[in-house]
């Protein structure tokens, strides 16, 4: 179910989102990165996904996100479950008056690279990275970083 804007920004000015994002990667190892066009995490390299819907099954929510964000449904046991992060934002959707705070659902997806067909309705871009070498650029956001460094600061919980 989508909200109206106004709908929307109570709820995220009230309470913290639930979303799953994608750690995709190819069959050279590599990791999939789009370049955000809104809000939050603006103009920053992040890997895909997005949020669960009010009503909406785990299973239901990854075949839908997998679809918008890859071009391809997959389901729910395709991906490996990554562990449970927490996400903060200073700004939100709609400007800078208050705060974004996620509660994400990691799954690791292994793709076929040349299967997929890369939507532009969230990022404007998108490359494929090694761990090393998206750790190394500056451009990719702190909460995309940590699902690769050592030290996980932000996982809440995960295997």
């Not at 071009?71 to 709609?94: A, I």
């Not at 909460?143 to 996980?152: D, T, V």
């Amino acid at each position: 179910m989508f909200l109206s804007a106004e709908d929307f920004s109570t709820v995220v000015r009230s309470t913290p989102l639930i979303s799953i994002d994608l750690i995709v990667e190819n069959q050279a190892g590599e990791f999939l990165l789009g370049q955000r066009t809104q809000r939050p995490a603006q103009n920053f390299w992040f890997v895909p996904g997005g949020r669960v819907q009010k009503d909406e099954t785990l299973e239901r929510a990854f075949a839908r996100l997998t679809e918008a964000e890859l071009g391809t449904p997959f389901t729910l046991q395709d991906g490996e479950f990554y562990g449970v992060w927490q996400h903060f934002y200073d700004d939100n959707f709609s400007g800078t008056d208050f705060s974004t705070h996620y509660i994400v659902l990691g799954f690791r997806l292994r793709v076929d690279a040349s299967a997929l067909q890369l939507p532009d309705a969230q990022h404007c871009a998108y490359c494929w990275l090694t761990p090393e070498e998206l750790l190394a650029r500056d451009d990719v956001h702190d909460n995309s970083r940590a699902y690769f460094e050592g030290a996980q600061a932000n996982k809440v919980i995960g295997l």
